[in-house]
């Protein structure tokens, strides 16, 4: 499972579920977790702002990439799940950084 991130949170990162504050208002309020998606592409498409990889993401934006093992729950009753492919943790789980790139002309160009 794949985790984006706009910050570099460090090499390995024990995430912490949390609900999320960027989440949409048809989501689940309760359920603590950390979005992950099982493609890179799942993940960016995920990220706030973004609608299809065309969005409103910044050009030249960095976006760090984590990895787990973890065992993730489909998140399939979430409105945007059939383009996301979101899954749920909901345990505290080490991520590990995988590595760096920026989207140019939203391309992904890796560091």
């Known amino acids: 499972m794949y985790h984006v991130s706009l910050k570099n949170i460090g090499n390995i990162v024990q995430m912490t579920p ?7 208002p048809s989501e689940c309020s309760v359920t603590k977790r950390v979005c992950c998606s099982p493609t890179i592409e799942g993940c960016l498409k995920g990220l706030d702002g973004i609608k299809d990889l065309s969005g409103s993401i910044a050009n030249h934006q960095t976006v ?3 990895q ?4 993730a729950t489909p998140a399939t009753e979430i409105f945007d799940f059939h383009r996301t492919q979101e899954h749920w943790i909901t345990t505290l789980e080490d991520f590990f ?3 760096a790139f920026k989207l140019i002309n939203f391309e992904v160009v890796f560091e």
């Open 18 to 24: 949390k609900v999320p504050s960027s989440r949409n």
């Open 68 to 71: 787990t093992n973890a065992k």
């Open 64 to 66: 760090y990439l984590y």
């Open 97 to 99: 950084l995988v590595g």
